[in-house]
DNA sequence: ATAATGCTACCGTCCGGTCGGAAGGAACCG
DNA sequence: CGGTTCCTTCCGACCGGACGGTAGCATTAT
């Protein structure tokens, strides 16, 4: 069964590997090769095998390490999770302006989307393959940065900084389309800045098109 | 071969069958058992068996229709384009104003939305999985869509109906993002008609949350 | 001795696609 | 009208390959 998921690190007896090497790097490097495989590929389109060969290991390896494909696309999904609540709670805490705290979210999703390229990619587009349980999960955890969008926003309106007709599960959904679509297209090389980007949802957003 | 995908309809013999029982009606009844399984499953995760075993008919008959699994796929990706190329023209010939065109063009990417649901699906999830050319050939049309918004934004600013400082591809990525990411909630049942989320994304857009 | 790590070989299953043929209307011939 | 041939439509059995996962073993550090 491997250690898999739940891993008593702190009582499991350590072994220590001569000149730096360590295990843990194995498990790193095949998470590094399925982030590229998956996020290209796709899921079901990458085999277990093409994930071993390209961190130069055998099935063996990965099956001592993961208890099973899934168990893998779990550990993506629940990385990127993480990282996305605790940068999500230090925006709220950071600032009380409903206009400032929507301008750093935006910034803040579009700098994920820029950093956590693979994760994001793979987090929508084989978040629906996690079964049961976990799907559930997934969904729940995505669904409290969404509730985070639209309490700002809600809150905006209550206090009079955004326009009272603004239904705020709406201006949520676009916003969040917005910035989660920008993983089809925002390159960090290319041409646009993240911060100009941001810029623009921001005042678009806020201001409007309209001179 | 089958006759799969160039059918010369016109100097084919038209067999007549018996009580109203139309072939094509098979080929439709697999389309539509294809669509319903893709959209829930994905693609990959939907066996040719299914799909025939949905519509009440074996591999066999399927086989006879299509030339393969992916020339399925091939069929509804280019059902759901010509259909949004062709309401497409219709908005650039009814008016001539940006924001009236803007207005329309969310309107009418919402409307598609919600009527091709699974299409659209399809369309976003499983676009990577065609090959080579085809894939080519969608993202070319695809492309024109945004083009379309694409320009009518950078019309309006050119024109001072739109802010100067606004970057007309970036505007377009927002807005198309919006729309797209739509096909991810939206429901045709639900608590939000169309018309009203409509209404809010063009008002957002246009005149801005702010006050 | 024990536990962790990784490798090789193997298994069972599922799935896309093929093939030969059956059923029956259409067309031509007489 | 009867008989024959052709074509379309669909069936059902089958094949080959790929893939997830398992089992047993070798190596190395504690």
Redesign the pocket.
């Known amino acids: 069964m491997a ?1 898999a998921t739940s891993r008593p690190e702190s009582t ?7 000149d730096g090497y360590d ?5 790193n490097s095949l998470i590094t090769s399925a982030l590229g495989l998956i996020e290209q590929r796709g899921f ?7 994930i ?1 060969d390209q961190a ?6 990965f ?3 993961f ?4 168990d893998l696309l779990r550990h993506i999904q629940e990385e990127y999770l993480e990282a996305q609540l605790a940068a999500l709670q230090k925006i709220e805490a950071d600032s009380d302006d409903p206009a400032v705290r929507v301008r750093e979210l935006i910034r803040f999703s579009l700098t994920s989307v820029a950093e956590y390229r693979a994760h994001v990619t793979i987090f929508y587009q084989e978040r629906r393959y996690l079964t049961g349980d976990l799907f559930a999960e997934v969904t729940r955890k995505r669904g409290l940065v969404e509730a985070a969008f639209a309490g700002m926003i809600a809150d905006g309106v209550t206090r009079g900084v955004f326009r009272p007709d603004v239904d705020p599960r709406i201006a949520t959904f676009g916003l969040v389309g917005m910035c989660a679509w920008a993983y089809q297209w925002l390159n960090v090389g290319g041409p646009l800045s993240v911060d100009e980007v941001a810029r623009q949802f921001s005042a678009m957003v806020l201001e409007g098109l309209s001179a």
Chains 1, 2 share one sequence.
Do not use: F, I, M
């Open positions: 250690r499991r007896r350590r072994q220590r590997w001569p295990p843990e790097n194995t498990r079901d389109r990458t085999s277990v095998q093409e071993a130069q290991l055998t099935k063996g390896a099956y001592h390490h208890a099973s494909k899934d």
